[in-house]
């Protein structure tokens, strides 16, 4: 049965400010005089989901106060980003706690890689309806979509695998298959939408599609907010968690 979800996503100033709340909290790790102040936006950058706030957290290990550093390295476990691996394991620590931490920072984080699928994806892609936006927006958000499905437990098929093979992975892991793909338009508001056509994989059955939208800000702002939202109600949607 064709199940059809619209859901519209207002954008808000906090939506619109991922960047500009990722570079504040840069300033404050960086050249925030009270360690607290620093540990504390350390924190915060793991918090955000932004892949972004990789560099800053790195160079966070490099902070004269052990509390700093081994906030930095919480902050690199919460963040999920495997690319944070290798400044943890290129560190060398001093301090007997803030060592601890970055171990489980690394360890967490070789986990994350490690876990075993929820369900397979043949992603794709995304297409660009609006006609308007730059090759590299729409590269970074094709790129944004497949960091969160992988973050909600996909597993990503390589492209133009066969349905023999794609029958094998799923028999292996013993998960759902899933094509997605993605397209970018423009709304009667003057904001965008990304809207996500869902079928089975292989089999290509037609599950359903899940648009999100918002307006009041910029097409990279709009994107970076509608991504993370995007993939959330597709998971709720076809009840990947379950």
Excluded: N
Excluded at 158 to 180: F, M, N, T
Excluded at 211 to 219: E, F, I, L, M, Y
């Amino acid at each position: 049965m064709r199940l059809l979800v619209a859901l519209l996503l207002l954008a808000t100033p906090a939506l619109a400010q991922v960047d500009a709340r990722v570079a504040f909290l840069t300033k404050q790790l960086e050249k925030g005089k009270d360690p607290r102040a620093r540990s504390q936006a350390a924190l915060v950058l793991g918090a955000t989901e932004e892949p972004e706030a990789v560099r800053p957290l790195c160079t966070g290990l490099e902070d004269p106060s052990e509390v700093v550093r081994a906030a930095a390295a919480k902050g690199l476990a919460t963040l999920k980003e495997p690319s944070g691996l290798d400044c943890l394991k290129k560190h060398k620590e001093a301090d007997a706690a803030t060592l601890v931490t970055i171990r489980d920072a690394i360890k967490a984080l070789e986990e994350f890689k490690a876990r075993p699928p929820r369900l397979y994806v043949d992603f794709q892609g995304v297409k660009d309806k609006t006609g308007s936006l730059a090759p590299e927006l729409l590269k970074i958000t094709e790129e944004r979509l497949k960091r969160r499905l992988v973050h909600a437990g996909a597993l990503l098929a390589p492209p133009k695998e066969s349905k023999k093979a794609a029958q094998g992975i799923l028999k292996k892991h013993g998960v759902s298959g899933y094509r997605l793909s993605a397209e970018i338009q423009k709304t009667d508001g003057g904001g965008l939408k990304i809207a996500i056509l869902c079928l089975s994989y292989p089999e290509l059955a037609l599950l359903g599609q899940v648009d999100v939208a918002a307006s009041g800000a910029g097409p990279e702002d709009l994107l970076k907010a509608l991504v993370p939202k995007a993939i959330q109600d597709v998971a709720q949607t076809f009840e990947w968690s379950t």
